[in-house]
């Protein structure tokens, strides 16, 4: 199984270590939820958010957000003995963006993080994900007071290809986020093979 722990007795092995960006739009939770699954204090990058950048930086349907990720949030989390990911949380807000390119870079995989109130807002995350051929899962936040939809309508408002899983979270809770992490790496998994046996011998 590949999530298993090894047999008892055997020598302790080096983990693998992955990488899993966190990405979607201002304001979805993806700071809350590295937060939420880290094994480490996460390191973050946020900025109180201030009336100059008012013009560029839409808060409606956040109106309670005082702060913003300039750079990334950077977080840990070991799955099982030999696998360990580390987890990078990408800035949301257009003017940030020029920072995707190099946060991606030996990236595994992404989550996709979506707020059904403001779906539009992964739209972008989506699009990057796809022209560079990153496997990447949609994690739906399930925010209290938004309505709630089923995998399939979500999948169909974003125009996903029927291979993306689509799923959903509480960012705020452990097992939730961990859940949508083994996702993203069987997914990962997955996507590799297929494209493997896609290519001529």
Known sequence: MIFGRSERGKPPVEPVTLKILVAGGFGVGKTT?????????PL????????????VDDTSGVE?????????DFGRI???????????GTPGQERFWFMWDE?????????????????EDCFAAVDYFERRAIPFLVAVNCFEGAARYPAESVRQALD????VPVLLCDARDREAVKEVLIGVVRHAMEYAADHRQAVPG
């Open 160 to 163: 996903l290809d029927g291979d």
């Open 78 to 88: 070991t799955l099982r003995e030999d696998l360990v990911l580390y987890l990078f």
């Open 44 to 55: 973050r990058t946020e900025e109180l958010l201030t009336e100059a950048g008012r013009p």
């Open 64 to 72: 309670g957000k005082h702060t913003t990720t300039v750079a990334m």
């Open 103 to 119: 946060l991606s870079e030996g990236a595994l995989g992404a989550v996709v993080l979506a707020d059904t109130r403001r779906l």
């Open 33 to 41: 939820l590295v937060g939420a699954v880290s094994e480490i204090r």
